[in-house]
Protein backbone atom coordinates (compact mmCIF):
# COMPACT_ATOMS: atom_id res chain seq x y z
CA UNK A 1 0.00 0.00 0.00
CA UNK A 2 2.70 1.99 0.81
CA UNK A 3 5.02 1.22 -1.77
CA UNK A 4 1.78 1.78 -4.23
CA UNK A 5 1.12 5.36 -2.59
CA UNK A 6 4.34 6.42 -3.29
CA UNK A 7 4.50 4.98 -6.46
CA UNK A 8 1.45 7.07 -7.10
CA UNK A 9 3.03 10.22 -5.95
CA UNK A 10 6.17 9.73 -7.50
CA UNK A 11 3.60 9.59 -10.80
CA UNK A 12 1.99 12.67 -10.13
CA UNK A 13 5.40 14.34 -9.64
CA UNK A 14 6.85 13.38 -12.82
CA UNK A 15 3.53 14.76 -14.63
CA UNK A 16 3.74 18.00 -13.35
CA UNK A 17 8.04 18.05 -14.05
CA UNK A 18 7.26 17.62 -17.46
CA UNK A 19 4.17 20.55 -17.70
CA UNK A 20 6.25 23.11 -15.84
CA UNK A 21 8.83 22.02 -18.45
CA UNK A 22 6.44 22.29 -21.38
CA UNK A 23 5.04 25.79 -19.88
CA UNK A 24 8.37 27.08 -19.43
CA UNK A 25 9.33 26.09 -23.36
CA UNK A 26 5.81 27.80 -24.21
CA UNK A 27 6.83 31.31 -23.11
CA UNK A 28 10.10 30.52 -24.86
CA UNK A 29 8.44 30.06 -28.04
CA UNK A 30 6.15 32.75 -27.03
CA UNK A 31 8.88 35.63 -26.68
CA UNK A 32 8.08 38.94 -28.22
CA UNK A 33 9.66 39.65 -31.67
CA UNK A 34 12.36 42.63 -31.15
CA UNK A 35 10.49 44.44 -33.86
CA UNK A 36 12.08 47.97 -32.81
CA UNK A 37 15.49 46.60 -33.22
CA UNK A 38 14.62 45.33 -36.48
CA UNK A 39 13.00 48.29 -37.71
CA UNK A 40 16.36 50.55 -36.33
CA UNK A 41 18.52 47.81 -38.56
CA UNK A 42 15.83 48.60 -41.36
CA UNK A 43 16.91 52.33 -41.17
CA UNK A 44 20.17 52.02 -40.75
CA UNK A 45 20.57 49.80 -43.87
CA UNK A 46 18.27 52.19 -45.65
CA UNK A 47 20.68 54.86 -44.89
CA UNK A 48 23.50 53.71 -45.36
CA UNK A 49 22.07 52.46 -48.99
CA UNK A 50 20.92 55.75 -49.58
CA UNK A 51 24.20 57.56 -48.54
CA UNK A 52 26.73 55.58 -51.21
CA UNK A 53 23.80 55.48 -53.62
CA UNK A 54 24.31 59.21 -53.44
CA UNK A 55 27.66 59.27 -53.22
CA UNK A 56 27.95 57.65 -56.53
CA UNK A 57 25.26 59.80 -58.09
CA UNK A 58 27.36 62.73 -56.73
CA UNK A 59 30.47 61.38 -58.56
CA UNK A 60 28.76 60.73 -61.46
CA UNK A 61 27.61 64.01 -61.64
CA UNK A 62 31.12 65.13 -60.84
CA UNK A 63 33.06 63.41 -63.68
CA UNK A 64 30.13 64.75 -66.17
CA UNK A 65 30.57 68.16 -65.24
CA UNK A 66 34.36 67.76 -65.45
CA UNK A 67 34.23 66.27 -69.22
CA UNK A 68 31.96 68.81 -69.96
CA UNK A 69 34.49 71.17 -69.01
CA UNK A 70 37.20 69.49 -70.64
CA UNK A 71 36.59 71.17 -74.28
CA UNK A 72 37.19 74.39 -72.59
CA UNK A 73 40.71 73.80 -71.41
CA UNK A 74 43.38 75.74 -72.60
CA UNK A 75 45.92 73.83 -74.61
CA UNK A 76 48.94 74.41 -77.10
CA UNK A 77 46.11 73.44 -79.84
CA UNK A 78 43.07 75.16 -78.38
CA UNK A 79 44.70 78.05 -76.79
CA UNK A 80 41.32 80.40 -76.14
CA UNK A 81 38.31 77.90 -76.11
CA UNK A 82 36.64 80.58 -74.38
CA UNK A 83 35.91 81.48 -78.45
CA UNK A 84 33.18 78.65 -78.22
CA UNK A 85 31.22 80.24 -75.34
CA UNK A 86 28.05 82.15 -76.44
CA UNK A 87 28.23 86.02 -75.91
CA UNK A 88 32.09 86.31 -75.09
CA UNK A 89 33.30 89.75 -75.83
CA UNK A 90 37.10 90.15 -76.76
CA UNK A 91 39.80 92.73 -77.57
CA UNK A 92 43.10 92.99 -77.77
CA UNK A 93 44.70 95.01 -75.22
CA UNK A 94 48.26 95.37 -74.79
CA UNK A 95 49.82 95.06 -71.24
CA UNK A 96 52.24 96.83 -68.55
CA UNK A 97 50.42 100.60 -69.22
CA UNK A 98 50.34 102.16 -65.76
CA UNK A 99 48.72 104.61 -64.14
CA UNK A 100 49.04 106.03 -60.95
CA UNK A 101 46.75 105.58 -58.03
CA UNK A 102 45.10 109.40 -58.18
CA UNK A 103 44.40 108.89 -62.06
CA UNK A 104 41.26 107.30 -63.88
CA UNK A 105 41.30 105.62 -66.81
CA UNK A 106 38.69 106.06 -69.46
CA UNK A 107 37.37 102.69 -70.22
CA UNK A 108 34.96 101.85 -72.84
CA UNK A 109 33.50 99.11 -71.58
CA UNK A 110 31.66 98.41 -68.27
CA UNK A 111 33.54 96.80 -66.24
CA UNK A 112 36.43 97.23 -67.98
CA UNK A 113 38.26 94.06 -69.16
CA UNK A 114 41.94 95.45 -70.19
CA UNK A 115 43.82 98.04 -71.13
CA UNK A 116 45.91 100.38 -69.02
CA UNK A 117 45.58 100.03 -64.96
CA UNK A 118 47.30 100.76 -61.84
CA UNK A 119 50.67 100.25 -61.23
CA UNK A 120 49.15 97.89 -58.19
CA UNK A 121 47.16 95.18 -58.53
CA UNK A 122 43.81 94.05 -56.40
CA UNK A 123 44.54 90.89 -54.17
CA UNK A 124 42.65 88.20 -55.79
CA UNK A 125 43.41 84.69 -54.49
CA UNK A 126 39.98 84.02 -53.88
CA UNK A 127 38.98 87.69 -52.30
CA UNK A 128 35.10 88.15 -52.36
CA UNK A 129 34.78 92.09 -51.95
CA UNK A 130 31.37 92.76 -49.89
CA UNK A 131 31.97 96.66 -51.65
CA UNK A 132 33.25 98.10 -55.01
CA UNK A 133 36.75 98.25 -55.87
CA UNK A 134 38.23 100.36 -57.62
CA UNK A 135 38.68 99.10 -61.37
CA UNK A 136 42.01 100.20 -62.38
CA UNK A 137 43.42 97.58 -59.48
CA UNK A 138 40.96 95.08 -60.77
CA UNK A 139 42.00 95.50 -64.31
CA UNK A 140 45.76 94.65 -63.49
CA UNK A 141 44.49 91.41 -61.44
CA UNK A 142 43.22 90.33 -65.13
CA UNK A 143 46.58 91.18 -66.10
CA UNK A 144 48.41 88.38 -64.08
CA UNK A 145 45.66 85.49 -65.02
CA UNK A 146 42.70 86.09 -62.48
CA UNK A 147 38.96 86.45 -63.54
CA UNK A 148 36.84 88.71 -61.60
CA UNK A 149 33.54 88.00 -61.20
CA UNK A 150 31.23 91.40 -60.86
CA UNK A 151 27.60 91.87 -60.18
CA UNK A 152 25.00 93.94 -59.84
CA UNK A 153 24.02 94.26 -56.37
CA UNK A 154 20.39 95.48 -56.76
CA UNK A 155 19.78 92.01 -58.77
CA UNK A 156 21.96 89.66 -56.95
CA UNK A 157 21.53 88.65 -53.54
CA UNK A 158 20.96 86.66 -51.08
CA UNK A 159 21.29 82.61 -52.22
CA UNK A 160 22.30 83.93 -55.43
CA UNK A 161 25.09 85.82 -54.06
CA UNK A 162 26.35 82.72 -52.00
CA UNK A 163 25.84 80.58 -55.15
CA UNK A 164 28.92 83.11 -56.73
CA UNK A 165 31.25 83.45 -53.24
CA UNK A 166 31.19 79.62 -53.74
CA UNK A 167 32.85 79.90 -56.94
CA UNK A 168 35.66 83.07 -55.77
CA UNK A 169 36.46 82.06 -52.03
CA UNK A 170 39.55 80.98 -51.53
CA UNK A 171 40.15 80.26 -55.17
CA UNK A 172 43.60 81.63 -56.39
CA UNK A 173 42.97 83.90 -58.83
CA UNK A 174 39.17 84.22 -58.53
CA UNK A 175 38.02 88.07 -57.55
CA UNK A 176 34.87 88.93 -56.55
CA UNK A 177 32.92 92.41 -56.02
CA UNK A 178 29.79 94.27 -56.72
CA UNK A 179 29.83 96.54 -59.61
CA UNK A 180 27.25 99.72 -59.26
CA UNK A 181 24.82 99.91 -62.23
CA UNK A 182 25.99 96.98 -64.08
CA UNK A 183 24.00 96.17 -67.10
CA UNK A 184 23.52 92.81 -66.24
CA UNK A 185 23.35 90.38 -63.21
CA UNK A 186 26.34 89.15 -63.33
CA UNK A 187 29.42 89.95 -65.62
CA UNK A 188 33.03 87.73 -66.01
CA UNK A 189 36.16 89.52 -66.75
CA UNK A 190 39.53 87.79 -67.79
CA UNK A 191 41.91 89.50 -69.43
CA UNK A 192 41.04 90.67 -72.85
CA UNK A 193 37.43 88.80 -72.54
CA UNK A 194 34.25 89.56 -71.06
CA UNK A 195 30.75 87.44 -70.88
CA UNK A 196 27.45 89.06 -69.21
CA UNK A 197 24.95 86.47 -67.90
CA UNK A 198 21.47 86.76 -66.18
CA UNK A 199 21.52 83.65 -63.98
CA UNK A 200 24.35 82.44 -61.72
CA UNK A 201 23.37 79.23 -62.49
CA UNK A 202 24.29 79.35 -66.09
CA UNK A 203 26.71 77.02 -67.05
CA UNK A 204 29.02 79.47 -69.00
CA UNK A 205 30.30 81.19 -65.94
CA UNK A 206 32.35 77.51 -65.02
CA UNK A 207 33.12 77.50 -69.01
CA UNK A 208 34.20 80.65 -68.59
CA UNK A 209 36.46 80.24 -65.65
CA UNK A 210 37.77 76.97 -66.98
CA UNK A 211 38.68 78.43 -70.26
CA UNK A 212 40.25 81.36 -68.65
CA UNK A 213 41.63 81.51 -65.67
CA UNK A 214 45.29 81.44 -65.71
CA UNK A 215 45.69 80.76 -69.45
CA UNK A 216 49.15 81.09 -70.35
CA UNK A 217 47.88 82.16 -73.91
CA UNK A 218 45.82 84.85 -73.24
CA UNK A 219 47.25 86.69 -70.44
CA UNK A 220 50.39 89.16 -70.31
CA UNK A 221 51.73 88.43 -67.04
CA UNK A 222 50.20 84.85 -66.14
CA UNK A 223 51.42 83.64 -63.09
CA UNK A 224 52.28 86.68 -61.84
CA UNK A 225 51.05 87.72 -58.08
CA UNK A 226 47.86 87.96 -56.92
CA UNK A 227 48.18 88.11 -53.32
CA UNK A 228 47.40 91.40 -51.18
CA UNK A 229 50.23 94.32 -51.14
CA UNK A 230 49.22 95.79 -48.07
CA UNK A 231 48.51 99.65 -46.53
CA UNK A 232 50.37 102.05 -48.90
CA UNK A 233 49.35 99.90 -52.56
CA UNK A 234 46.47 98.25 -51.77
CA UNK A 235 44.81 97.16 -48.97
CA UNK A 236 42.34 94.03 -49.11
CA UNK A 237 40.50 95.04 -46.03
CA UNK A 238 40.84 98.71 -47.29
CA UNK A 239 40.56 99.41 -50.53
CA UNK A 240 39.88 101.89 -52.84
CA UNK A 241 36.01 102.90 -53.71
CA UNK A 242 34.66 102.34 -57.28
CA UNK A 243 34.54 105.57 -59.28
CA UNK A 244 32.88 105.39 -62.23
CA UNK A 245 35.06 105.67 -65.03
CA UNK A 246 34.89 108.79 -67.17
CA UNK A 247 33.72 108.89 -70.69
CA UNK A 248 36.64 108.71 -72.95
CA UNK A 249 38.25 111.90 -73.65
CA UNK A 250 37.29 113.12 -70.68
CA UNK A 251 39.91 116.36 -69.86
CA UNK A 252 42.65 114.88 -66.73
CA UNK A 253 41.13 111.21 -68.04
CA UNK A 254 43.89 108.12 -69.08
CA UNK A 255 42.66 106.48 -72.04
CA UNK A 256 42.05 102.90 -71.94
CA UNK A 257 44.82 101.93 -74.66
CA UNK A 258 48.21 104.18 -74.75
CA UNK A 259 49.30 105.80 -78.44
CA UNK A 260 52.95 105.46 -77.34
CA UNK A 261 55.52 102.91 -75.51
CA UNK A 262 56.60 105.41 -72.97
CA UNK A 263 53.42 104.68 -70.80
CA UNK A 264 54.61 100.60 -70.51
CA UNK A 265 56.34 100.18 -67.20
CA UNK A 266 57.11 97.28 -65.19
CA UNK A 267 54.66 96.03 -61.96
CA UNK A 268 55.06 98.72 -59.08
CA UNK A 269 56.96 97.06 -56.46
CA UNK A 270 55.51 95.46 -53.38
CA UNK A 271 56.43 97.95 -50.19
CA UNK A 272 58.24 96.46 -47.65
CA UNK A 273 55.73 95.60 -44.61
Known sequence: MTVHGG???SMVSGKSSKASRNTRASVVTKRATPWGTIAAVAV????AVGVFGYGIAANRAKDAERAALSKFTPSATNQDPSLQIAGIVS????????????????????????????GYWAACNGVVYPTAVRTE???HSLEHGAVWIAYNPDQITGDALSTLQKKVDGERYMVMSPYPGLDSPVSLQSWGH????????????DEFISALKQN????PEVGASCDATGPGAFDQDNPPPFVAAP????PGSQPEISATPATVAP???VPSQ
Do not use: C, E, W
Open 247 to 250: APGT
Open 91 to 118: QQYAGGQHVTPDQQVAYTHAPPFGGAHD
Open 194 to 205: QLKVGDVTDPRI
Open 137 to 139: NLV
Open 44 to 47: VLLI
Open 7 to 9: SGR
Open 267 to 269: DAP
Open 216 to 219: QYTH
